[in-house]
């Protein structure tokens, strides 16, 4: 699947000349689903405006960090979706954690809430299962691997490395389009050993 490349006017570097326009790889994220549903959020942070809000991927960031409204809203939808898994304490610097122990696993990690990125169309969405959604931060301990980027963030949402890890990214910088896949785990391989020369 494609999406398009969005241009930020303004750069989002941490020091830059003005009139520079960002470097980094924003994307039309225009909701977000969890089970099939929608995410109930402020869909005006989704847009850039003067520089601020929209969505970019980040290999910086390990994992995806998003404004504390929408953070919290997609919590709550995902926490109503994971009533099967029993909740325990939080292990920084996750605030949702679960016990893995009677959590069934998957090809594609644990049997966690399936959760949709969609994009400019609502039949082209980026599909994240638990092996991306969820971190094993102890033996028994599994965490939802996004974090509360507080109140003001230069960006709204930052998709970070770790949800980003066993999927295949193309950044078509001719085109300005982003393509990508979902996890390559269904595909019985990972990044590690996949054959980029195949039409996976």
Same mark, same amino acid.
């Given at each position: ?12 570097? $941490? ?6 326009? #960002? ?30 809000? $929209? ?24 926490? /109503? ?18 016990? #893995? ?21 609502? #039949? ?5 299962? $638990? ?19 507080? #109140? ?10 770790? /949800? ?5 990214? /193309? ?16 595909? /019985? ?12």
């Amino acid at each position: 699947m494609y999406t398009p490349l969005i241009l930020n006017p303004v750069s989002t570097a $941490g020091s830059y000349f003005q009139g520079n326009p #960002s470097t980094d790889y924003f994307i039309n994220l225009t909701s977000i689903k969890i089970n099939g549903k929608a995410v109930l959020l402020n869909t005006t942070l989704l847009n850039i405006t003067e520089g601020n809000g $929209g969505t970019k991927i980040s290999t910086v960031n390990p994992y995806t960090v998003m404004e504390t409204s929408i953070f919290k809203a997609f919590v709550k939808v995902f926490r /109503q979706e994971a009533k099967n898994l029993t909740k325990v304490s939080s292990v920084k610097p996750f605030k949702y954690c679960f016990s #893995s122990k009677n959590t069934p696993s998957t090809r594609v990690g644990p049997a966690a809430p399936i959760i949709d990125l969609v994009m400019h169309s609502s #039949s082209v969405y980026w599909r994240i299962f $638990g092996a991306n959604s969820m971190v094993q931060v102890k033996e028994d301990v599994i965490c939802l691997g996004f974090i509360d980027g507080g #109140s003001n963030p230069r960006t709204s949402i930052v998709i970070g490395g770790y /949800q980003l890890e066993d999927n295949l990214v /193309q950044i078509d910088l001719e085109k300005a389009r982003l393509g990508f896949s979902s996890s390559l785990r269904f595909k /019985q391989t990972t990044c590690s050993n996949f054959n980029f020369t195949s039409s996976a």
